[in-house]
């Protein structure tokens, strides 16, 4: 570790350096962001101490949007302040929005070549994999948060399920239902928590708007589900997917289930947060303009939370009534994100799919190896399957 350099004297050429080369570099989702994050900052700059940076760490997953943005967001705001956020957050952000802008506009054209179809529908039968492994892998955090009461545990299984049924049938309202487990949460632990004149009792989290969609058209419509994906995705990117797939392919109509699949898995196999995946988005409804638009109004809330709330990140670090909101709403987030492999799934269409999705699974979630290499090389199969001539439906 080198000797700890004097924040003040980080340019912000340094900071768009090299945040926008962790962007570049950023493949693999959160760990490796905080991985690279925590390499640059503490090991070898010493700009922060590992005490500070683990803090950042526990602070950003409280908050709802891409987490590993957050801190990126973050851990620039502590160099630089508000102008440092925004420089960091930018040149962290771009670099993966470029590339799925520039694969939107190969994968979605209206007459691709027939190899790009059966590679985007080799990747996207990975991608119920993907998001069944995002699940397991915070099953055991979350189940510590609950605590080993047989009540506790009892309430866990009960938020998991209903994450996973109001994944599969409610669509855009799935975050009512994760905003229901949280304060259900807080209301049961607050009952038995110790009351008295020197007991604080701080204030319940403030809650997002409701999800409700509007009727809103056109690039106003786009703006309003960007916004739900930026401001509603608590427990991580991949708990928006069944909300943006209700509305970019139910109700609004830009993009067929395969299409929206294709999407996801070009959110993976870039650097950045999934999260990247409503570019895709964007660009299916209202081309290059709806994809910048969708991307610049997805990650607005993040850095306004940073900027506006890293201030006081210390208290809402130790907030009980937060950390219960989150003990509720973090099963209902895992049962979520495992309920979406089902809508998911039921959008593959080729029999061949179903043996790389199986495939998948077996590489994702039993043998626990990574998303980015599994939906690469089922985009290859798929390409080959294509150009043998098997179906693409």
């Known amino acids: 570790m080198t ?13 768009a350096r090299e945040w926008g080369r962790i962007g570049v570099l950023g493949f693999g989702g959160p760990p490796a962001h905080i991985l690279l994050l925590r390499r640059l900052c503490v090991e070898q700059r010493g700009w922060l101490t590992g005490a500070e940076f683990e ?48 694969l939107s506009a190969l994968f979605l054209a209206a007459d691709p070549p027939r190899w790009v179809l059966g590679a985007a529908a080799g990747a996207g039968a990975g991608v119920p994999a993907v998001a069944l492994q995002a699940a397991t892998t915070l099953v055991p955090g979350s189940l510590t948060r609950a605590g080993r009461a047989p009540a506790a545990r009892t309430r866990w299984v009960l938020y998991a399920l209903a994450g996973a049924v ?8 799935l975050v009512l239902v994760l905003l229901a487990a949280g304060l259900a949460e ?25 999800a409700a969609v509007p009727a809103l058209g056109g690039l106003g419509a786009v703006a309003w589900v960007a916004f739900k994906v930026g401001a509603l995705s608590y427990g991580g990117g991949f708990v928006i997917i ?35 995946t409503v570019a895709a988005v964007g660009y299916a409804a209202a081309g ?4 910048l638009l969708a991307a610049g109004v997805a990650f607005a809330p993040s850095f306004l939370f940073v900027i ?63 998303a980015v290499t599994a939906l690469l090389a089922a985009g ?14």
């Open 308 to 370: 506006l709330g890293a201030a006081h990140f210390d208290r809402i670090r130790v907030d009980r009534r937060v950390q219960d909101f989150l003990t509720g709403a973090g099963p209902a987030v895992i049962g979520a994100i495992a309920g979406s492999t089902v809508p998911l799934a039921a959008s593959l269409g080729a029999g061949w799919q179903w043996v790389l999705l199986a495939a998948a699974l077996l590489w994702l979630v039993a043998a626990r190896r990574g």
């Open 288 to 291: 290059l303009a709806g994809g």
């Open 3 to 15: 000797e700890r350099e004097d924040q003040d004297e980080v340019r912000l050429r340094t900071i």
């Open 55 to 102: 803090d950042g760490i526990a602070t950003t997953n409280l908050l709802p949007g891409p987490a590993s943005t957050q801190l990126a967001i973050f851990t620039a705001w502590r160099l630089r302040g508000p102008v440092g956020a925004v420089v960091g957050g930018v040149c962290f952000i771009v670099p993966g929005l470029l590339l799925i802008l520039a």
């Open 186 to 210: 807080v209301v049961v632990r607050g009952r038995a928590a110790p009351t008295g004149p020197g007991v604080r009792r701080p204030a319940l989290p403030p809650l997002p708007l409701a």
């Open 242 to 276: 069944p909300l943006m797939q209700s509305d970019a392919v139910h109700r609004y109509h830009w993009m067929t289930d395969g299409q929206f699949l294709n999407a996801v898995a070009l959110g993976q196999v870039t650097p950045g947060p999934v999260v990247q």
């Open 380 to 393: 290859t199969l798929g390409a080959l399957a294509v150009t043998a001539g098997l179906p693409l439906t």
């Open 166 to 173: 109001a994944a599969i049938l409610t669509g855009p309202w």
